[in-house]
């Protein structure tokens, strides 16, 4: 019971980062972009509720607008790592034979690499865009992803159910969508669903580096770099509000996937 309450909280909070994201328009009260010498350095109050920047920017919008750009990241990144793994992985184990050990030695060879290593490298390589870091991420969290599904579709070849197809004369590819890859889909969906918010700090570690997501564009990263850099003591919270809407969402995600492993349980035998 304790963590299906941790979960529904979490999804609660992933619900509202996400709807900041979306309407990031209507609920930010202020131009993240804009410049107000006047009001610079302004603390947490009634005017703006997390204070502004050393160049006037409400604090507040930028968090939120900050949430688009993470969570654009996130989201997207992982999604597209979650289809390709699942689809390499899927393949790779029910050709089996050569394809299968080149395919697995691949991903070992990219796994053997940590992700943050492995985005440095292809944002250094080719600049700093929000485009490139999704391609970092989905770099990274792909092999992972493939391992996985890989692992699931060897269990579910193996069942009575798969045999009878073969044996009326089914294709492989409708083995592979009848009855494969809807028995791995909640086994990657609880993987990808964690590996959001590992998403999120890869990304905030990229921006806090430098490769990350281009200023002027707000993001969670490149916002606890700026007021990290030089304002953390006569200005924390530039530093504490966005370090905490990352922190938060980050841990939400990881504990929604912990609840989706407990709901779709996908250690328990495959059905079809």
């Known amino acids: 019971m304790g963590k299906r309450w941790l979960g529904m909280i979490a999804g609660c909070i992933v619900m509202v980062a996400i709807a900041c994201a979306v309407g990031a328009e209507v609920i930010a009260p202020h131009d993240p972009l804009a410049h107000d010498p006047q009001n610079r350095f302004v603390p947490p109050g009634a005017s703006f509720i997390m204070g502004t920047d050393n160049f006037g920017r409400d604090v507040f919008s930028r968090v939120v607008y900050g949430a688009r750009a993470s969570l654009g990241v996130g989201v997207l990144s992982v999604a597209i790592a979650a289809l390709l793994g ?8 029910f050709a089996g034979g050569r ?11 990219l796994t053997a690499f940590p992700a943050i290593v492995t985005a440095l490298v292809l944002v250094a390589a080719f600049g700093p865009s929000v485009r490139m870091v999704m391609i970092a991420v989905v770099v990274a969290f792909t092999p992972q992803v493939t391992r996985l599904a890989r692992a699931r579709c060897l269990e579910v070849k193996e069942q009575a159910y798969v045999e009878a197809a073969r044996s009326v004369g089914a294709s492989g590819v409708r083995i592979m969508l009848r009855h494969i890859l809807p028995n791995t889909a909640g086994s990657v969906l609880v993987l ?7 998403a ?6 990229l921006s806090y580096l430098g490769f990350g997501v281009p200023p002027p564009e707000p993001s969670w990263g490149r ?14 919270w530039l530093t504490l509000f966005p370090g905490l809407a990352l922190s938060l969402v980050a ?22």
């Open 86 to 93: 699942t689809a390499l992985g899927t393949a790779s184990a």
């Open 99 to 109: 394809v299968d050990l080149v395919g697995q030695r691949l991903t070992d060879t």
């Open 192 to 198: 990808a669903t964690g590996y959001v918010g590992q």
């Open 200 to 205: 999120l700090v890869l990304e905030a570690a």
């Open 223 to 236: 916002m606890i770099f700026e007021g990290a850099r030089l304002y953390l003591e006569t200005a924390p």
């Open 251 to 272: 841990l939400s995600f990881a504990l929604l996937g912990e609840a989706l492993r407990d709901t779709l349980d996908p250690v328990r035998p495959a059905r079809h």
